[in-house]
């Protein structure tokens, strides 16, 4: 949500980058530890690739040089609710 931040100021790019990066540096330790614990190691080796592919896709490798800023956030967004829907993480509308 930090990077949310560069669309109305964009000097406020780097320290929402900065905010960006420790909030991964905290989260994606912490997911490595729990996907070894609940995991067995095939099944990791299918989360660690699923998390890559999710990753690139929402990093923007695959979005045009020209595509909106704010239409890269809810395309990543509406992907994670997505994918917390198909998961069973979220239920939406009762």
């Known amino acids: 949500m930090a990077l949310l931040a560069a669309i109305?100021?964009?000097a406020a790019a780097s320290p929402a980058a900065v905010v960006y990066g420790l909030?991964?540096?905290?989260?994606w330790p912490a997911l490595c530890a729990l996907a070894a614990r609940e995991f067995a190691p095939p099944e990791r080796a299918t989360?660690?690739?699923?998390?890559a592919l999710t990753l690139a896709l929402?990093?923007?490798?695959?979005?045009p040089a020209d595509?909106?800023?704010v239409a890269a956030i809810a395309l990543a967004l509406g992907a994670l609710v997505l994918a917390a829907v198909a998961a069973g993480g979220w239920v939406v509308c009762g």
């Not at 989360?47 to 998390?51: N, Q």
Request: glycine residues 22%; without cysteine; aromatic residues 10%.
């Open 23 to 27: 909030g991964g540096a905290l989260v």
């Open 67 to 69: 595509f909106a800023y």
């Open 8 to 10: 109305a100021a964009p």
């Open 58 to 63: 929402a990093g923007g490798m695959v979005l």
């Open 47 to 51: 989360l660690t690739s699923g998390l």
